[in-house]
């Protein structure tokens, strides 16, 4: 059952340490190594998100063909309903990279998730597979879940091409299983490659556990290989990071900290901290963490690209808005076929503050000259745990702002309202 909370804040001095969960995008690309691996690699300060708990239950559950080089045939001829269903609910990241995970399966199962992760596309991670031999179909509407993924196949070809501006999980999917292909992998990458940072991330991770490559123009090749035995240590969670340095900026002054971030980080929301400097923040890495503090700045930039950090976005687009602040994004596609279409629950969501969120082609354009400030105003989530922690530093601005669903936090920071308390927020549950 939804249950709503209802946040306020009158206190506007924000200060405190908080301990952020693991990286839920390092910890999920950990995970899959770690299981590639066979054990030999294991991973430190595993997330408590709801995404990453999933993706570890199923994968301790699913056996796996490691590095044979040869192909498992399954012939089991068994119907649907006696086949294994995994279900992931909502994790998204799950869903890709498990689709590609599975194939190097021994069994049968069927993959789906939530009926909103049915409407999510996967056909060109499923195309990329289908290219190099993977038996995968579909249940129900071509190019959506749920998947038959047939574990074991003969590997067909070593080359696959994909395009690079759609969901970087696509390529980290194909990425995270080539070692263990007989062939190894090259990846063809068509035109260019949105989200950067999170295949370098990938890459990154691998070579930690002992997996080279190459990276060539728009071309990454991985040879056929064995991991080595290490640690991967996930970072606390830079993407959680970012709902700080918001409220940072709504803050007349704030200084907190938060622990066990670095500024040489593999995640690429750490560039929170060079688009937060614009707002006045100013990040101090020192005693094994970072340090934030609200500084008097006058705010001149006016055109922010999220291309490489679309998770971001809500973040920056919702303090724009609350400080009447007029900007130009551009980098949003992607954010269309997230958890919800999360342009669209922006500009429902801005509009009950009388910002305006326009598109035109790639460029948004956020209008904030009928900007006004309620006494109260009621925030939908769509599902969707951003949209609940990037709205709730409106309680800085805002006298009382209720956030629907409040558990939808879970799939990425179940700490979140708790941690607010913390630093002076107040929330009663409604009903």
């Known amino acids: 059952?939804?249950?709503?909370?209802?946040?306020?804040?009158?206190?506007?001095?924000?200060?405190?340490?908080?301990?952020?969960?693991?990286?839920?995008?390092?910890?999920?690309?950990?995970?899959?190594?770690?299981?590639?691996?066979?054990?030999?690699?294991?991973?430190?300060?595993?997330?408590?998100?709801?995404?990453?708990?999933?993706l570890a239950h199923v994968l301790e559950s699913v056996p796996i063909a490691i590095g044979s080089g040869e192909s498992e045939s399954n012939d089991s001829g068994l119907k649907t309903q006696d086949l294994r269903l995994i279900n992931i609910g909502p994790a998204g990241t799950a869903m890709r990279f498990l689709t590609a995970?599975?194939?190097?399966?021994?069994?049968?199962?069927?993959?789906?998730?939530?009926?909103?992760?049915?409407?999510?596309?996967?056909?060109?991670?499923?195309?990329?597979?289908?290219?190099?031999?993977?038996?995968?179909?579909?249940?129900?509407?071509?190019?959506?879940?749920?998947?038959?993924?047939?574990?074991?196949?003969?590997?067909?070809s070593d080359t696959i091409t994909i395009k690079g501006d759609i969901s970087s999980q696509y390529i980290t999917a194909l990425l995270l299983i080539a070692s263990q292909l007989p062939q190894g992998l090259i990846v063809q990458i068509e035109g260019e490659l949105t989200s950067r940072p999170y295949v370098e991330m990938t890459l990154a991770m691998l070579q930690q556990a002992g997996i080279r490559h190459q990276w060539d123009s728009n071309s990454i090749q991985i040879a056929h290989q064995a991991f080595k035995a290490t640690s991967l240590y996930v970072e606390p969670d830079w993407s959680a990071a970012s709902y700080w340095y918001a409220i940072a900026a709504l803050s007349d002054e704030a200084e907190l900290f938060l622990p066990g971030l670095t500024a040489y980080s593999l995640q690429g929301d750490s560039v929170i901290t060079e688009i937060m400097a614009n707002f006045g923040i100013t990040s101090q890495f020192k005693n094994g963490g970072v340090y934030l503090k609200k500084e008097a700045r006058e705010l001149v930039r006016k055109i922010f690209d999220m291309k490489s950090c679309p998770d971001l976005a809500q973040t920056v687009i919702v303090v724009c808005a609350a400080l009447g602040h007029d900007a130009t994004f551009?980098?949003?596609?992607?954010?269309?076929?997230?958890?919800?279409?999360?342009?669209?629950?922006?500009?429902?969501?801005?509009?009950?503050?009388?910002?305006?969120?326009?598109?035109?082609?790639?460029?948004?354009?956020?209008?904030?000259?009928?900007?006004?400030?309620?006494?109260?105003?009621?925030?939908?989530?769509?599902?969707?745990h951003r949209m609940a922690m990037a709205f709730a530093p409106l309680a800085l601005v805002i006298p009382e702002v209720e956030i629907e669903d409040y558990k939808v936090v879970e799939k990425s920071y179940p700490a979140f309202w708790e941690d607010l308390e913390k630093v002076g927020f107040s929330f009663k549950l409604k009903g």
Do not use: W
């Open 1 to 54: 059952m939804k249950q709503d909370i209802i946040l306020t804040k009158n206190n506007k001095l924000s200060n405190g340490t908080i301990q952020l969960t693991g990286s839920k995008s390092e910890c999920n690309r950990a995970l899959i190594i770690g299981a590639l691996s066979d054990g030999l690699v294991k991973v430190e300060n595993i997330s408590d998100a709801a995404d990453t708990v999933t």
């Open 330 to 384: 551009t980098g949003l596609e992607t954010l269309k076929i997230k958890e919800t279409d999360r342009v669209n629950a922006l500009q429902n969501e801005l509009a009950k503050i009388g910002v305006k969120l326009t598109e035109k082609g790639q460029v948004y354009k956020l209008d904030c000259s009928e900007k006004h400030i309620p006494e109260k105003v009621f925030i939908e989530t769509y599902d969707d």
């Open 101 to 156: 995970f599975l194939t190097l399966g021994k069994e049968e199962v069927i993959l789906t998730g939530s009926e909103r992760m049915k409407q999510r596309p996967i056909g060109i991670l499923v195309d990329a597979l289908r290219g190099i031999g993977a038996d995968i179909s579909y249940e129900e509407q071509e190019g959506f879940p749920p998947l038959r993924i047939k574990g074991g196949f003969e590997q067909l």
